[in-house]
């Protein structure tokens, strides 16, 4: 069964620093891998998104890395801000197939 | 395009009852899904349809659970009777054929199940 493993489950930072979300992934082969913001309440909405042959990709103050080598994938926040509060969601999309495998998500909250 | 546009929002209701979700997917979009947001489970598909006709129902949990999708603008979710076990967050995402394969979420409908 494919699997994609997040952590840390949760964490808490200081407004204005930085921190970084890991992504495991047993998916193979893939499409590619998104990185998925989901504010309380509301649905999720996609940051990033990379092919099996990208390394990184920014956003703004949000920057993903990929390995595929490793199955490895982190998503970086810089100068965090309040609105940064959210579950990040790694979702990773096998080869044909419209079965995502969704990880369980990272809950960052940022505080003033 | 408003995106995809789910109701109700919020819906609390007895166990025994009928409850049926509805989604209205953006416009043009070939592909639509059903998910269920649980603590325990994260995102889990519940079902996706390909120009209105379902594809994958495996994850329906039971035969409670069942779906539709008459046109290519409007699908419901429908579980009937409920039970407490339902109470969850339910998504309807779209999305086209091809392209990078983004799928655009609606805002959700919360459930709950006395």
């Known amino acids: 069964k494919n699997q994609v493993e997040q952590s840390p489950q949760s964490l808490i930072i200081l407004e204005g620093k930085n921190c970084t979300l890991q992504c495991n992934y047993t998916v193979s082969p893939f499409s590619n891998l998104r990185w998925y913001k989901q504010d309380t309440g509301r649905g999720p909405v996609s940051l990033t998104i990379?092919?099996?042959?990208?390394n990184t990709k920014s956003n703004g103050r949000y920057t993903a890395t990929l390995d595929a080598d490793t199955k490895q994938s982190s998503l970086h926040i810089t100068a965090s801000q309040l609105s940064d509060s959210a579950s990040y969601i790694c979702v990773v999309t096998p080869v044909d197939d419209y079965k995502l495998s969704f990880g369980a998500g990272t809950t960052v909250t940022v505080r003033a | 395009d408003a995106g995809v546009i789910q109701s109700p929002r919020h819906e609390v209701t007895e166990m025994g009852q009928e409850v049926t979700l509805r989604c209205k997917p953006i416009s043009g979009h070939d592909y639509l899904f059903w998910y269920r947001q649980t603590m325990m489970r994260g995102l889990e598909l519940l079902i996706y349809f390909n120009n209105n006709v379902p594809i994958d129902d495996s994850g329906m949990p039971e035969d409670r659970f069942s779906a539709k999708m008459p046109n290519a603008s409007f699908s419901t979710l429908k579980i009937q009777p409920s039970e407490p076990r339902d109470s969850a967050v339910y998504f309807c995402?779209?999305?086209?054929?091809?392209?990078?394969?983004?799928?655009?979420f609606g805002e959700g409908s919360r459930l709950t199940v006395l």
């Open positions: 995402a779209s999305r086209i054929q091809g392209g990078t394969g983004e799928l655009f």
């Open positions: 990379m092919t099996f042959s990208e």
